[in-house]
Nanobody, 123 residues
Framework: QLQLVESGGGLVQPGGSLRLSCAVS????????IGWFRQAPGKEREGVSCIGSSDGSTDYADSVKGRFTISRDNAKNTVYLQMNSLKPEDAAVYYC????????????????WGQGTQVTVSS
């Protein structure tokens, strides 16, 4: 059974850092692209970052470029999202998702989703 579990969310002050983890099970992670998405109250779910399965290519939303870094450790079946210089507008529920094929920031292309982890940025 395919499963993705996010962790690492929490409360952080503006300018602080968090590292989110997405632990995957039930499938060979090295053949799946993984994306990170977020959804704030009253807003649509948006793509934050994604990483390819084979070449590890990455992409980022403009709003997080230079602050967030996505990485994957296939041996640990885990994908990470390092978030630095956090801003109040980064607050949201963060989800990871998996798809076979190329990485994309379009949420409609992902087949498997985790339950999300809450990130709160507040002083």
């Amino acid at each position: 059974q395919l499963q993705l579990v996010e962790s690492g969310g929490g409360l952080v002050q503006p300018g602080g850092s968090l590292r989110l983890s997405c632990a995957v099970s039930g499938f060979r992670m090295d053949v799946y692209a993984i994306g990170w998405f977020r959804q704030a109250p009253g807003k649509e779910r948006e793509g934050v970052s994604c990483i390819g399965s084979s070449d590890g290519s990455t992409d980022y939303a403009d709003s997080v470029k230079g602050r967030f870094t996505i990485s994957r450790d296939n041996a640990k079946n885990t994908v990470y999202l390092q978030m630095n210089s956090l801003k109040p507008e980064d607050a949201a529920v963060y989800y990871c998702a998996a798809r076979e094929g190329l990485a994309t920031m379009w949420r409609g292309m992902y087949h498997y989703w985790g339950q999300g982890t809450q990130v709160t940025v507040s002083s």
